[in-house]
């Protein structure tokens, strides 16, 4: 299936697997928008990389345990590529603390970007998705 033409969002693009995503997403036609939090030197490599390979690219910082970035994130993919078709929710947080000690505000980190910032950006996202 050709992704020519396509237009995706990644989120936590800047490195690891999402890099990854955004970089065989170009690779497959499609333009990207490589969404990143703490990673922008990352995220501007990977954006360097797909134009390379001739797609056009984007880059977007947003806190995904933020409602109103995931917005603002999407909006964004969606201006700067002039649609969007993919979304690919990839940004998430590990921690690596004992069960038994991880603290309330470690556990509502991770849940919010981990639960909250998927849900929040594929609800921004359908409207485009949907056209």
Do not use: P, W
């Amino acid at each position: 299936m050709s992704l020519e033409g396509r237009r995706a969002l990644v989120t936590g693009a800047g490195m690891g697997i999402g890099q990854g995503i955004a970089l065989e997403l170009a690779r497959q036609g499609a333009d990207v928008a490589v969404h990143y939090a703490h990673s922008g030197a990352g995220a501007e490599e990977t954006a360097a990389e797909i134009r390379t390979l001739g797609r056009t690219a984007a880059v977007v910082q947003g806190d995904l345990a933020v409602v109103a970035d995931c917005r603002r994130v999407v909006d964004a993919a969606h201006e700067a590529l002039g649609g969007l078709d993919i979304l690919v929710n990839n940004g998430g947080v590990t921690l690596t603390a004992d069960f038994t000690q991880m603290s309330e505000d470690e556990y509502n980190q991770v849940f919010n970007i981990n639960m909250r910032g998927y849900f929040f950006c594929a609800k921004q996202a359908v409207r485009y998705l949907e056209a």
